[in-house]
């Protein structure tokens, strides 16, 4: 059962435990997988397989108790960290001041040379275009008393006047020239324009949707074939009819020591009958009540014969034994937070002894069963003896005995 509980816990951790149907999924997946390992380990025994889905049933209870509890704790709220330091230390940059340029400032294009009277002159040495009118009234004066230089003074200018003036840059290079790093200014590219996202068309939806239907529906079709609906519906009824046996269904159970087994299996021990249990000098036997019903308590203090507790069997009951093979079956349980070891072996006297058996009791009640077989066909007038020792793991290391039964062989 702590397998099945382990299980429940982690499929609760991988999946959306805040819903409370994904939680009852989980739950039923348990059931399914308790009865799934019942009938393939061979068990048939009803009593057996109602106790199993009750201890099931009580551990789904405990745990949806934790889950609602968390449901109820405030959620914590989300603490954001600011991070206020720059991934950068902006350096200072130093800042020119603009200069204005005129036309004035650039240099004129270079004019080829002229001899003027003996005198070499070139047009870098003559005024920019905005200072040409007085350069022309200037050379008109000379030029016409000096006869055949006056021609040449004409086209030198109109030359001057010919001078283009300085184009302006292109925008198109002031964009690519990268501007100079300021302190005041961020360098960060442009973002990426968000394409936009296709829209799916009708046939993809439909394909989808037909594709989730198909699935489903074969689903289904296996879950109606393989018997589990049949099997649900039985489990059902039947415990609506255990409700409706037991009234409302509410309060402790009292414990029926014949639940489970039939009329062919004998009663050698009961609680009530606690004065004929005969323990040794270091063993202890007590009527106790606890929640599953009326028990015996036995505590052995050494794993040796003065820890054992003898269960008396009467005569008729072995020799109904005798020659067969039986079926010895004691309920138990621990009555501590752990498991408790126990011993248990026979003393038939003339019928012959059995081997002793080891087993384990938990916090959960249990039937612990063994064979024996007699080939002997005499069997004793005398009663023979059950031994129960508890000491195995040590002193005060308590059992509960529920009840004792022997199925004698056919």
């Known amino acids: 059962m702590s397998g099945l509980e382990t299980a429940i816990r982690n499929a609760l951790e991988r999946s959306d435990r805040l819903n409370r149907d994904v939680r009852a999924r989980i739950y039923q997946s348990a059931r399914q997988a308790l009865d799934a390992g019942l009938r393939k380990q061979g068990v048939s025994d009803r009593l057996t397989i109602m106790q199993q889905q ?114 302006p840059a292109k925008a198109a290079k002031t964009k690519k020239t990268p501007a100079p790093p300021s302190g005041t200014t961020l360098d960060v590219p442009p973002e990426r324009a968000a394409k936009p996202r296709r829209r799916r068309g009708f046939l993809s939806h439909l394909m989808t949707w037909l594709i989730t239907l198909a699935v489903v529906g074969g689903a289904c079709w296996w879950f109606y074939q ?95 034994m005798a020659g067969k093979s039986s079926t010895v079956a004691l309920t138990l349980q621990s009555a501590q937070d752990n498991s408790v070891q126990l011993s248990v072996r026979c003393d038939f006297g003339s019928l012959g002894n059995c081997s002793r058996h080891r087993f384990t009791a938990t916090q959960e009640k249990q039937d612990a069963l063994f064979r024996v077989t ?34 004698p062989g056919q």
């Open 54 to 167: 009750e201890l099931l049933e009580r551990k789904i209870q405990e745990i949806e108790a934790e889950e609602l509890r968390r449901l109820e704790q405030p959620a914590p709220m989300p603490v954001l960290e600011l991070d206020t330091e720059l991934p950068y230390d902006p350096e200072p940059q130093r800042v020119d001041p603009p200069v204005q340029t005129t036309a004035a400032s650039e240099p004129a294009r270079r004019e080829p040379e002229v001899m003027l009277d003996g005198e070499t002159r070139s047009a870098a040495t003559a005024p920019a275009a905005s200072t040409a009118p007085p350069v022309e009234a200037a050379a008109a004066a000379p030029m016409g008393s000096s006869g055949d230089l006056g021609g040449l003074g004409a086209a030198r200018a109109e030359r001057l006047e010919a001078v283009p003036e300085a184009k």
């Open 226 to 320: 393989s018997g589990m609906v049949q099997s649900f519906i039985e489990e059902a009824m039947k415990a609506a009819d255990r409700a409706t046996a037991t009234g409302s269904g509410e309060g402790p159970i009292a414990f029926d020591p014949r639940s489970g087994f039939s009329d062919d299996w004998a009663e050698i021990f009961v609680p009530s009958r606690v004065a004929e249990l005969k323990p040794g000098d270091r063993a202890q036997v007590e009527a106790v009540a606890g929640a599953e019903g009326q028990a015996v308590r036995i505590v052995s203090a050494t794993p040796g014969e003065g820890g054992d507790v003898a269960i008396d069997v009467p005569p008729e009951v072995l020799r109904e």
């Open 374 to 407: 007699f080939e002997r066909s005499l069997a004793p007038n005398s009663p023979g003896r059950l031994i129960v020792n508890s000491g195995l793991d040590g002193a005060d290391r308590p059992v509960l005995l529920y009840s004792v039964r022997i199925l």
